[in-house]
C-alpha cells in the first residue's frame, strides 16, 4: 500500500523555522521525484520545492528561494523541508508528492498544516 505521511507541521511566529518530513512507503522511493506543494485557503495548490530521485537536482518557488531547502534520504525513504525566515505568506496546508516520470505515476500525501502568525 502507498503512503506518503507528513508532519512537522504547526504553529510558528513570522521569521521562525519549521522542518517538515513526509515518510513514504509502498513503492521504489529511489526511483520518485518528489515535490513539496502548498496550498492556502481560497488559492490553487502550488509548487514550493521539488528534488531528482537521486538528490542531486532541485528547484524551487521564487517565493521560497532561499529560505526553504528541500533534502531527501533515499536510505530513509524520506523527504524533508526545511523552512526559514517564515512569513504569515507561507501559511497553507503542505503536501508531499512523488512522480515517477516514466511510466506517469503520482502519489500524494495528505497534507500538513503550517500557520505563520504572530
Known amino acids: 500500500q502507498v503512503q506518503l505521511v507528513e508532519s512537522g507541521g504547526g504553529l510558528v511566529q513570522p521569521g521562525g523555522s519549521l522542518r517538515l518530513s513526509c515518510a513514504a512507503s509502498?513503492?521504489?522511493?529511489?526511483?520518485?521525484?518528489m515535490s513539496w506543494y502548498r496550498q492556502a485557503p481560497g488559492k490553487e495548490r502550488e509548487l514550493v520545492a521539488n528534488?531528482?530521485?537521486?538528490?542531486?537536482?532541485?528547484n524551487y518557488a521564487d517565493s521560497v528561494k532561499g529560505r526553504f531547502t528541500i533534502s531527501r534520504d533515499n536510505g530513509k525513504k524520506m523527504v524533508y523541508l526545511q523552512m526559514n525566515s517564515l512569513i504569515p505568506e507561507d501559511t497553507a496546508s503542505y503536501y508531499c508528492?512523488?512522480?515517477?516520470?516514466?511510466?506517469?505515476?503520482?502519489?500524494w500525501g495528505q497534507g500538513t498544516q503550517v500557520t505563520v502568525s504572530s
Open positions: 508528492k512523488a512522480t515517477h516520470s516514466y511510466p506517469r505515476v503520482e502519489y
Open positions: 509502498g513503492f521504489t522511493f529511489s526511483n520518485y521525484n
Open positions: 528534488i531528482a530521485s537521486a538528490g542531486g537536482s532541485t
